[in-house]
């Protein structure tokens, strides 16, 4: 939110971010401030929904007019109207998660229907959309352009299995890959030298901090095979009874209720508790979720080889469109998943067409596809039910740092938060950011918010003084860029007016109080407990503080648990 605000406020997209050329997304967000400049962060959560129904509404057209059924998908995309297009429940926003999930549900979609289509024109007309939903991808994060790739697949895989009534020729791929390449050369030649040197500068930086999170975010966790092992002896059950075929009725229901309870159980549980929570129990039930999407991409490329392979063995209707749904999301599934600190996590960011194709699997599977329309409802039910009730519940209860709904007792009545429901001490220190902004700067001065507090430049409607909005505690990496930011900073006159600092994220933990005074997380617990201090201005030498003791004035300090937040003010401006 704050750099796609900072840039509708005047900054620019690439001189004024430090990754910005990674991350273009925020130049889409920043269109939605020029034209709304008074939209809040609940304003951007309702477009963020009403783009969820969008892709939801187009997706399920699509495969109606490919498969001629539409009855189970209301029963498959539920979830969805609830999450939004992240199912993580890490932030309802629109960003760099959301906005690669929405293009490549709106990308099979219009291909779906390319496809399908008779007319020349219109054919033609909905690959250059489906294109353009691919260049939305890229823009997203730059890294995701591989996902360009997946027309030409497409197309050897359609070739190789023969399919004539679904023909992709080379000029269709030229159509959609048409307004791929057109942006980007549009784009490129616009900003040439500045891009790339963009890009040269983000990936400097990123590649030589790790002090966004800690460093287990990004390494690979033993409890991910764990997830998956599981998770892989239930889709085998599950399976199997889908293709045995002699298994009655009356034992068939009961069958996959059972495992379904069990299923529920089991995640809601964490495997009986045999297995640590992911991620301090924030996304435990997401990550089963998680793990039976990805289990499903590693199954269905063996099995629609294998039938390729096979001469014998004949290309089924559902294998067809499951083959134009799977394609780009296996792509972006990996490359979301192996350059993201949420690692195996991200592939909920490419559910929606991974649940469709899973859906489609199910129904026309040999003991479920001549069942009446209630069977087979009652069965996409059992086997999605627990992955979502857990994952909605989950999303309800973790707000992020914030408080339950239920204990959310206080609303916020103006500025940028302005009809969200949350608990006192955040209300307090949101009026207390607002009254010292308008007390000791104006409109067009500018503020840094120190730790890991971008929120109070939306809060305070400032625009950051430094490149990133989002600074984490000095390490040895960082320092340099640092001392370069305040060189820039001085040199471009862009000297702050206040800076806050905080001695950590003002964020909250969910759980129980355990033996010895200690705190455990859980979200069905009823404690909460700020995160405790971590950085000390006081005995702080590095570049950001230095600058701080010498140009700044201490003159509020807001408490809260054992933190404090320091208001600092230019001596000049006193």
Same mark, same amino acid.
């Given at each position: 939110?704050?750099?796609?605000?900072r840039?509708?406020?005047?900054?620019?997209?690439?001189?004024?971010?430090?990754?910005?050329?990674?991350?273009?997304y925020?130049?889409?967000?920043?269109?939605?401030?020029?034209?709304?400049?008074?939209?809040?962060?609940?304003?951007?959560?309702?477009?963020q929904?009403?783009?969820?129904?969008?892709?939801?509404?187009?997706?399920s057209?699509?495969?109606y007019?490919?498969?001629?059924?539409?009855w189970?998908?209301?029963?498959?995309?539920?979830?969805?109207?609830?999450?939004?297009?992240d199912?993580?429940g890490?932030?309802?926003?629109? =960003?760099?998660?959301?906005?690669?999930?929405?293009?490549?549900?709106l990308?099979?979609?219009?291909?779906?229907?390319?496809?399908?289509?008779?007319?020349?024109?219109?054919r033609? +007309?909905?690959?250059?959309?489906?294109?353009?939903?691919?260049?939305?991808?890229?823009f997203?994060?730059?890294?995701?352009?591989?996902i360009?790739?997946s027309?030409?697949?497409?197309?050897?895989?359609?070739?190789?299995a023969?399919?004539k009534?679904?023909?992709l020729?080379?000029?269709?791929?030229?159509?959609?890959?048409?307004p791929?390449?057109?942006?980007?050369?549009i784009?490129?030649?616009?900003?040439?030298?500045?891009?790339?040197?963009?890009?040269?500068?983000?990936?400097?930086?990123?590649?030589?901090?790790?002090?966004?999170?800690?460093k287990?975010?990004? +390494?690979?966790?033993?409890?991910v &095979?764990?997830?998956?092992?599981?998770?892989?002896?239930?889709?085998?059950?599950?399976?199997?009874?889908?293709?045995?075929?002699?298994?009655?009725l009356k &034992?068939?229901?009961?069958?996959?209720?059972?495992?379904?309870?069990?299923n529920?159980?089991?995640?809601?549980?964490?495997?009986?508790?045999?297995i640590?929570?992911y991620?301090?129990d924030?996304? +435990?039930?997401? @990550?089963?979720?998680?793990? $039976?999407?990805?289990?499903?991409?590693?199954?269905? %490329?063996?099995?629609?080889?294998?039938?390729?392979?096979?001469?014998?063995?004949k290309?089924?209707?559902?294998?067809?469109?499951?083959?134009?749904?799977?394609?780009?999301s296996?792509?972006?599934?990996i490359? $979301?998943?192996?350059?993201?600190?949420?690692?195996?996590?991200?592939?909920?960011?490419c559910?929606?067409? #991974?649940?469709?194709?899973i859906?489609?699997?199910?129904i026309?599977s040999?003991?479920?596809? #001549?069942?009446?329309?209630?069977?087979?409802t009652?069965?996409?039910?059992?086997?999605?039910?627990?992955?979502?009730?857990?994952?909605a519940?989950s999303? %309800?209860?973790?707000?992020?740092?914030?408080?339950?709904?239920?204990?959310?007792?206080?609303?916020?009545?103006?500025g940028?938060?302005?009809?969200?429901?949350?608990?006192?001490?955040?209300?307090q220190?949101?009026?207390?950011?607002?009254i010292?902004?308008?007390k000791?700067?104006?409109? =067009?001065?500018?503020?840094?918010?120190?730790i890991?507090?971008?929120?109070?430049h @939306?809060?305070?409607?400032?625009?950051? #003084?430094?490149?990133?909005?989002?600074? +984490?505690?000095?390490?040895?990496? =960082?320092?340099?860029?640092?001392?370069? %930011?305040?060189?820039?900073?001085?040199?471009?006159n862009?000297?702050?007016?206040?800076?806050?600092v905080?001695?950590n994220?003002?964020?909250l933990?969910?759980?129980?109080?355990?033996?010895f005074?200690?705190?455990?997380?859980?979200?069905?617990?009823?404690?909460?407990?700020?995160f405790?201090?971590?950085?000390?201005?006081?005995?702080?030498?590095?570049?950001?503080?230095?600058?701080?003791?010498?140009h $700044?004035?201490?003159?509020q300090?807001?408490?809260?648990?054992?933190?404090?937040v320091?208001?600092?003010?230019?001596?000049?401006?006193?």
């Amino acid at each position: 939110m704050t750099q796609s605000w900072r840039v509708a406020a005047g900054d620019h997209f690439l001189d004024n971010t430090v990754y910005g050329a990674l991350q273009l997304y925020f130049v889409i967000n920043s269109l939605i401030f020029h034209v709304f400049p008074d939209i809040t962060l609940l304003g951007f959560r309702h477009v963020q929904f009403i783009l969820t129904i969008v892709s939801l509404g187009l997706m399920s057209f699509a495969i109606y007019k490919a498969e001629k059924n539409y009855w189970y998908l209301p029963v498959i995309f539920s979830i969805f109207a609830f999450t939004g297009l992240d199912p993580i429940g890490a932030t309802s926003n629109l =960003n760099y998660y959301t906005y690669p999930h929405f293009f490549v549900t709106l990308h099979i979609a219009f291909f779906l229907l390319g496809l399908y289509q008779q007319d020349i024109y219109i054919r033609r +007309s909905l690959f250059i959309i489906a294109g353009l939903c691919l260049w939305g991808i890229s823009f997203s994060m730059l890294h995701l352009s591989i996902i360009a790739i997946s027309p030409f697949i497409l197309f050897f895989l359609l070739r190789w299995a023969q399919i004539k009534e679904l023909e992709l020729s080379i000029k269709d791929i030229g159509f959609i890959l048409s307004p791929f390449i057109l942006c980007w050369f549009i784009f490129l030649a616009y900003y040439n030298i500045s891009f790339i040197k963009a890009v040269t500068r983000g990936l400097d930086y990123i590649s030589s901090i790790s002090a966004y999170s800690s460093k287990d975010l990004v +390494s690979f966790r033993t409890s991910v &095979l764990l997830y998956a092992v599981i998770s892989t002896f239930w889709l085998v059950a599950i399976a199997a009874l889908l293709n045995f075929r002699f298994l009655k009725l009356k &034992l068939l229901v009961p069958a996959f209720t059972a495992i379904s309870i069990l299923n529920f159980y089991l995640i809601d549980t964490s495997f009986l508790h045999l297995i640590q929570p992911y991620w301090n129990d924030w996304y +435990s039930r997401q @990550m089963w979720f998680a793990a $039976m999407i990805i289990l499903f991409h590693l199954i269905y %490329w063996p099995y629609i080889f294998l039938k390729l392979l096979t001469i014998k063995q004949k290309i089924q209707k559902r294998d067809k469109i499951t083959l134009i749904i799977m394609t780009p999301s296996t792509i972006l599934l990996i490359a $979301m998943s192996l350059f993201s600190g949420f690692g195996a996590l991200r592939a909920l960011h490419c559910a929606i067409p #991974s649940i469709a194709a899973i859906a489609i699997m199910i129904i026309y599977s040999k003991n479920v596809v #001549s069942r009446t329309y209630l069977t087979k409802t009652i069965i996409l039910a059992m086997i999605l039910l627990p992955y979502y009730s857990t994952t909605a519940w989950s999303d %309800w209860n973790f707000t992020y740092c914030d408080v339950k709904p239920k204990d959310a007792n206080i609303k916020i009545s103006q500025g940028f938060c302005k009809g969200i429901h949350t608990n006192k001490v955040y209300k307090q220190l949101y009026d207390w950011i607002k009254i010292n902004t308008n007390k000791y700067s104006s409109d =067009n001065d500018f503020i840094i918010s120190y730790i890991l507090t971008p929120m109070v430049h @939306m809060i305070a409607k400032r625009r950051p #003084s430094l490149d990133d909005s989002f600074l +984490s505690p000095p390490t040895d990496c =960082n320092q340099k860029y640092y001392r370069q %930011w305040i060189f820039k900073m001085i040199e471009k006159n862009r000297q702050p007016a206040i800076i806050f600092v905080f001695e950590n994220s003002p964020a909250l933990n969910i759980g129980r109080k355990g033996p010895f005074n200690t705190f455990k997380h859980d979200l069905k617990g009823e404690s909460y407990s700020f995160f405790g201090p971590w950085y000390d201005i006081k005995n702080s030498h590095e570049p950001l503080a230095n600058y701080i003791r010498e140009h $700044m004035k201490l003159v509020q300090i807001f408490t809260y648990s054992k933190n404090i937040v320091r208001c600092f003010v230019d001596k000049s401006k006193l």
